[in-house]
């Protein structure tokens, strides 16, 4: 069981960012690296950063636990479905009317032209965020049931949207083209949204809405609701680190040259890739478990459950981090470097990369640990360790963008990592931490990356000839 959740997360993950790299291949293509593309980052990193942190971070984490203890289930569920809805309904229109203020917060560095440009987008791009809640909330309840395909493969569908916007756009003026992207997001959630109630009528899970309904006009309170929104809230600043580090390199790099931005989002996209398809994948899949063990006090099955994972996760991680570092000009330089992106902006791609790259063991390895918390409605305990490492990562931001430019914006949100893993496994136990730790496994990984860095520093030379 924990090894098909785990590839079926992994497979479904691996197939949507294959198409996500075509995504973005061809807005690298037709959009290149410069004020447009700037513009479509930034338009789309406000609704991605609530999606991150309330709907599948925050709110998932949070749910499931509350969820499983719940003893009216279809009441809670209903209750907290309907409250969600319509509260980023009304929020969505807020942002729709305000939206130059909204743009203006997401990149203070452009200039009043750029933010009129780019408001109309923020305003399109926002709606997405009620669709994707939906389907953050859809797949709470299907994880729960222990089924991953549905959500897995369907972020495909919003890739597939924004790729036949680019083919169809291609050839418009750049504006256009971000237009044609901005209503294929809404198109790709709409997707996503009902690919989701498809697989909840097949597993008989519609009629929670319905039972949930009926209960509501009976039940005036139930305490379950108000134990998941105080633990929501902390989730909110648990879960919040890496998005909002996201969210501080933009703002940060809107002060830079033209194109900043879109290095950082090149970059990031790829180091993301690792990160998606093992550390989200495995805690995606061996969450539900770990929480169901932990709520009947089974704290040994769950522990087992955590060391499988922590090395099967170090290992891939590992791999992924020293070949990413190696390779990383050949990597972006495959990926990227046609069209109107060019070898400059491949080069600056690709120094990002390798600065995001350190921080993938760290921020991959405390996703793990904090799942420990998050059972254990710990919510409180991960928002005071988000803090630490939010507050390093701006500290270090500040410091390192001036010698090391949009780099060392990357540098700082690794270094943050580090200090997110540290916190994590000092909550989670530093006895039970060295528990898991195994010295034959140790010396057996760094002979895997020996190994591994030969054969890629021998075949390096290799791969450039043929890119």
Not at 352 to 376: A, C, H, T
Request: overall charge positive; proline content about 1%; aromatic content about 16%.
């Amino acid at each position: 069981m924990f090894l098909r959740s785990f590839f079926t997360n992994s497979i479904g993950i691996l197939v949507s960012r294959v198409f996500g790299f075509i995504r973005d291949l061809l807005t690298a293509s037709i959009l290149g690296a410069n004020i447009y593309s700037d513009i479509f980052f930034v338009a789309f990193k406000l609704p991605n950063l609530f999606r991150r942190v309330f709907a599948e971070g925050a709110f998932t984490q949070s749910f499931i636990p509350n969820f499983a203890k719940a003893r009216k289930k279809s009441l809670f569920a209903y209750r907290i479905f309907t409250r969600f809805i319509l509260f980023l309904i009304v929020f969505a229109i807020i942002v729709t009317i305000f939206s130059d203020f909204f743009t203006k917060l997401i990149a203070i560095g452009f200039d009043q032209k750029s933010v009129k440009l780019a408001s109309s987008f923020v305003a399109i791009n926002f709606y997405y965020l009620p669709l994707i809640f939906c389907v953050s909330f859809f797949a709470a309840l299907l994880q729960y049931k222990n089924h991953f395909a549905t959500t897995a493969f369907s972020t495909t569908l919003l890739n597939i949207s924004i790729i036949t916007a680019l083919l169809l756009s291609r050839g418009l003026d750049k504006r256009d083209i971000v237009y044609a992207m901005s209503y294929a997001v809404l198109t790709g959630g709409v997707l996503q949204v009902v690919a989701h109630l498809i697989a909840l009528r097949q597993k008989r899970l519609l009629r929670i809405f319905l039972v949930g309904y009926r209960l509501s006009k009976k039940i005036e309170k139930q305490n379950q609701s108000k134990i998941f929104y105080k633990s929501f809230f902390h989730a909110i600043i648990g879960n919040s680190t890496a998005q909002f580090s996201a969210f501080l390199d933009t703002w940060l790099a809107s002060f830079l040259a033209s194109g900043s931005i879109s290095y950082l989002y090149y970059g990031n996209r790829v180091f993301q890739l690792p990160l998606a398809l093992f550390a989200i994948a495995l805690s995606v899949g061996i969450f539900p478990k770990i929480a169901k063990m932990l709520k009947i006090k089974d704290e040994e099955s769950a522990k087992m459950l955590l060391k499988k994972a922590f090395w099967f996760l170090a290992f891939l991680l590992s791999v992924s981090m020293v070949g990413g570092l190696i390779l990383s000009n050949e990597i972006v330089k495959l990926l990227f470097q046609r069209g109107s992106f060019t070898h400059i902006n491949a080069i600056h791609t690709s120094r990002v990369l390798s600065m995001y790259l350190i921080g993938l063991l760290p921020f991959g390895l405390s996703k793990i640990f904090s799942l420990w918390l998050y059972s254990k409605n710990q919510q409180n305990v991960a928002a005071k360790i988000s803090l630490y490492s939010l507050g390093a990562n701006i500290t270090l931001s500040l410091v390192l963008i001036k010698p090391f430019g949009v780099a060392g914006l990357a540098l700082a949100s690794s270094i943050s990592g580090f200090v997110l893993l540290f916190f994590t496994v000092k909550a989670f136990g530093v006895k039970q931490f060295l528990d898991i730790i195994s010295f034959k496994k140790i010396i057996l990984l760094f002979m895997v990356i020996s190994v591994e860095i030969a054969v890629l520093l021998l075949f390096k030379e290799m791969i450039n000839v043929y890119i």
